[in-house]
């Protein structure tokens, strides 16, 4: 699996979009790039994913460069409940093993008011 | 539909017990998969099993782990002879017959050794 570089941590006001970036520069051409966020110890939580179209849905938008080298999580409108851990995972989709997900340390996203 | 569900959602156990996890997966998904949190850390894929078969156990310890799904009944995930160093947060995720690309997860069961 391609690996993952996101920022450790970073803050958001309530009411304002949150951008949570992620590296993965060395991401394969049938790898797809999925978000999860884990809100205080709870089960992870699946956000969104995408290959190589901007993607959007209820939750959050998911912008991936070109080259796919790089992508961002959008939460249009974050509120305190959004104060999460978020990962960012790469990994073959579909089938089976595609739910077998490397986790790294994430992003811890902190909403404030 | 029910989420995936997980208990016990608290265990306690002291050093040289067993501890029996155990997780029902959503209905209709066939495919297992249980992870481990130690504080303060990301989650660690163990293992991924189909029913009554283990597909990939290479997060596996080598000793004292072991899991299951059988025909019938929830998948457990087994650790004899617990050590202190066992105590975490363990997640079971579940996914539909053919894969997908959303892991649904429970809510976990953490363990604390004594």
């Known amino acids: 699996d391609a690996k993952t570089t996101q920022p450790p941590s970073m803050d958001c006001a309530e009411g304002r979009a949150a951008n949570l970036p992620c590296n993965h520069s060395?991401?394969?051409?049938?790898?797809?790039v999925y978000w999860y966020r884990q809100i205080h110890s709870q089960g992870p939580q699946y956000i969104i994913h995408?290959?190589?179209n901007n993607e959007t849905n209820e939750m959050a938008s998911l912008i991936i460069t070109e080259d796919r080298k790089s992508s961002t999580l959008i939460l249009p409108h974050a509120t305190l409940r959004d104060t999460a851990v978020y990962y960012c995972i790469v990994r073959v989709g579909y089938g089976g093993t595609a739910s077998k997900l490397t986790f790294g340390t994430g992003t811890r996203l902190q909403v404030t008011l | 539909n029910a989420g995936v569900m997980q208990n016990p959602r608290h265990l306690v156990r002291r050093r040289g017990q067993e501890a029996r996890l155990r997780c029902s997966p959503m209905k209709g998904h066939s495919h297992v998969y249980w992870y481990r949190q130690l504080p303060e850390e990301g989650l660690k894929f163990m293992v991924y099993l189909q029913k009554e078969n283990i597909i990939d156990e290479s997060g596996m310890p080598k000793e004292r782990f072991s899991a299951e799904f059988p025909k019938e009944g929830p998948s457990i995930l087994r650790i004899q002879q617990v050590v202190r160093g066992d105590s975490a947060a363990y997640f079971c995720a579940s996914s539909p017959p053919a894969g997908g690309f959303e892991a649904f997860f429970g809510q976990g069961t953490r363990l604390t050794v004594v």
């Open positions: 995408g290959l190589k």
């Open positions: 060395t991401i394969s051409g049938n790898e797809y």
